[in-house]
């Protein structure tokens, strides 16, 4: 197995989509282990080490087993391998509906252009709002979706901020609670008072299986 083509891969599962706005699709889940960044309330830890290695072949007949017809690349931080870019552009290229799921703090620029990208920029809650490389916005197609996980009052008015003072709504804006942590219908009534120009986004996948892995 060449090194040139192969990624560290955490698991590869079909669920239904619970974020963005392909949620409630099946959908396979392709997901990248590492990640330079430390959330606070990172819900997927266990991505940061192990795996294991598989080529795009291997990678590639895992996903097409399922038969679903969209594939989300996710991690951790997916764009920390190098070699994620060209597995998405072999997604693309069998003609798949392909999201990344990505930090925000790793440059964009070189993603297939037929990939929708969701960037979960960082909120201060998440202890990571350093990490955030706002020039990925020069980078954004219309297709693509901005995430801002909302732990607290003080990060929902962080991001009304960033969303009016860096025109975020030009693409569409997610504000997703914390889970566990931020009742979704106290951010509801926030963005009703607020009058802010950005979807209230739940996670589907924990209502219907909790915060397993897997799921």
């Known amino acids: 197995m060449s090194s040139e083509t192969r990624l560290k891969i955490t698991e590869i599962f079909g669920s239904i989509q619970g974020e963005s ?62 070699r994620c870019l060209e597995l998405l552009r072999l997604l693309c290229d069998e003609g798949y509906t392909v999201s990344l799921e990505t930090s925000g703090a790793l440059d964009v620029a070189p993603v297939d252009a037929r990939v929708i990208k969701v960037l979960d920029f960082k909120a201060p809650g998440s ?62 009534d926030w963005i009703l008072e607020s009058g802010v120009r950005a979807r209230l986004q739940v996670q589907l996948h924990k209502y219907l299986w909790g915060n397993l892995p897997g799921h």
Do not use: M
Not at 24 to 36: E, I, K, N
Not at 37 to 61: N, Q, V
Not at 145 to 174: C, P, S, Y
């Open 21 to 82: 706005d392909l949620v409630g699709w099946p959908t396979v889940f392709v997901r990248l282990t590492g990640c330079p960044l430390r959330c606070r309330w990172c819900d997927t830890p266990y991505s940061f080490h192990g795996g294991e290695w598989l080529d795009f072949e291997a990678i590639l007949d895992r996903v097409r087993d399922f038969g679903f017809s969209r594939v989300c690349v996710t991690g951790g931080e997916p764009l920390a391998q190098q």
């Open 127 to 188: 202890g990571e709002e350093p990490r955030n490389l706002w020039a990925n916005l020069e980078h954004l197609n219309a297709q693509d979706q901005i995430k801002l996980v909302i732990a607290d009052r003080a990060d929902f008015d962080w991001a009304r901020h960033q969303i009016a003072e860096r025109g975020l709504d030009r693409w569409q804006v997610l504000l997703s609670p914390v889970w566990d942590e931020l009742h979704p219908r106290e951010l509801a």
